[in-house]
């Protein structure tokens, strides 16, 4: 009998929603054991937000400053980078401004979801997508959640499954 997503996932799923606000969020993720939340509205599914979404909004890509160098009358300037590194200070800084947005300013609209009666090799090949690198799966049947798989979800179930045999 094939594994199917029902067989796999936790039915009590812990949501946000898109007007929570981020600090929120934050401290709720700080009591979890998991790393993040589907966005729901009117229970179907609208976004999903994860530590790395809010992470990433405090520590941007980059914060170097290129600032030209040159005066009249050189023709061409010279560009030094300087580095902004963010501390705490920063930190502080950034955590004061956003924590009051809407979840729906960070979370991933684009959610991948299965339903109920997906197969396990349809939930593996989704989740070892290296482009959207994906953790947990919202099961979704008739537009509502039902449910949500995580990675560790499948290996529990393949380790089983292994040692059944």
């Known amino acids: 009998m094939a594994i199917t997503a029902r067989d796999l996932m936790t039915n009590d799923v812990e949501t946000v929603a898109p007007d929570d606000e981020i600090g929120e969020v934050l401290t709720r993720l700080a009591r979890v054991q998991f790393n993040g939340f589907p966005v729901t ?9 994860t530590q790395h979404d809010l992470v990433h909004m405090f520590q941007p890509s980059d914060r170097t400053l290129w600032i030209p160098i040159g005066f009249p009358p050189f023709l061409e300037s010279l560009e030094y980078g300087f580095d902004l590194s963010w501390d705490e200070l920063d930190t502080s800084l ?25 197969d396990i090799d349809h939930i593996l090949d989704l989740l070892v997508d290296t482009e959207r690198d994906i953790n947990r799966l919202p099961v979704v049947e008739d537009g509502s959640l039902v449910g949500i798989i995580a990675r560790q979800d499948v290996l529990r179930a393949l380790r089983d499954e292994r040692r059944e045999e």
């Open 41 to 49: 509205e009117d229970g179907e599914v609208v976004g999903i937000v």
């Open 94 to 118: 950034d955590l004061a401004k956003n924590a009051g947005k809407p979840i729906r300013s960070v979370m991933t609209e684009d959610v991948v979801t299965v339903t109920p009666d997906d």
